[in-house]
T-cell receptor
Framework: QKEVEQNSGPLSVPEGAIASLNCTYS??????FFWYRQYSGKSPELIMS????GDKEDGRFTAQLNKASQYVSLLIRDSQPSDSATYLC?????????????FGKGNQVVVIP | KAGVTQTPRYLIKTRGQQVTLSCSPI?????VSWYQQTPGQGLQFLFE???????NKGNFPGRFSGRQFSNSRSEMNVSTLELGDSALYLC???????????FGPGTRLLVL
């Protein structure tokens, strides 16, 4: 089993709609979870970090964490063409609290005007 | 604050050569991590340095090495380059372990 899985293929959403992305992870002791956005040819930029079970909202983005089920999700509300990018789920898999991010393969999101 | 900076941005080398990449973290950040990104394998962790000590190492051969200086700047070195080392090498910094890591623009390495 891969450490972090993002199984959905490319996601096309109309402008103004909600995009929903999911991610599962295998290591139960993981404590830090992140969503990054990566535009083509660019480096990842942080969208959201989440450490506790439940929802965390930041503008049009909401991250949800469920440690019991080992999944993290990201909702993008009122999707804009500028949201078209690859979204990477990352989990810190170092149980000692040091840094070691494991990434999913990413989900490509295309927002159609 | 200025973001993470990486130099050089682009590099072309031939097989068998070695290469050194540099990373300057966000001011005040003491943890620097390195990642390799390829189309086939995605983003993979190379190593993490904190206060000049390697705290973590990924599953890469010994040809990949790194170090961190007292000002938190970090370098990574790849010796005896192989074609498969062609990738985007990303550096990320954070204040400490488990906290948000911020990525630099990356160094794109092409091995011919």
């Amino acid at each position: 089993q891969k450490e972090v899985e993002q199984n959905s293929g490319p996601l096309s959403v109309p402008e103004g709609a909600i995009a929903s992305l999911n991610c599962t992870y295998s290591d139960r002791v993981s404590q830090s979870f992140f969503w990054y956005r990566q535009y083509s040819g660019k480096s990842p930029e942080l969208i959201m970090s989440i450490y506790s079970n439940g929802d965390k909202e930041d503008g049009r983005f909401t991250a949800q964490l469920n440690k019991a089920s080992q999944y993290v999700s990201l909702l993008i509300r009122d999707s804009q063409p500028s949201d078209s990018a690859t979204y990477l789920c990352a989990v810190n898999i170092d149980w000692r609290g040091n840094n070691r991010l494991a990434f999913g393969k990413g989900n490509q999101v295309v927002v159609i005007p | 604050k200025a973001g993470v900076t990486q130099t050089p941005r682009y590099l072309i080398k031939t097989r068998g050569q070695q290469v050194t990449l540099s990373c300057s973290p966000i001011s005040g950040h003491r943890s620097v991590s390195w990642y390799q990104q390829t189309p086939g394998q995605g983003l993979q962790f190379l190593f993490e340095y904190f206060s000049e000590t390697q705290r973590n190492k990924g599953n890469f051969p010994g040809r990949f090495s790194g170090r961190q200086f007292s000002n938190s700047r970090s370098e990574m070195n790849v010796s005896t380059l192989e074609l498969g080392d062609s990738a985007l090498y990303l550096c990320a910094s954070s204040n400490n372990g488990g906290e948000t890591q911020y990525f630099g623009p990356g160094t794109r390495l092409l091995v011919l």
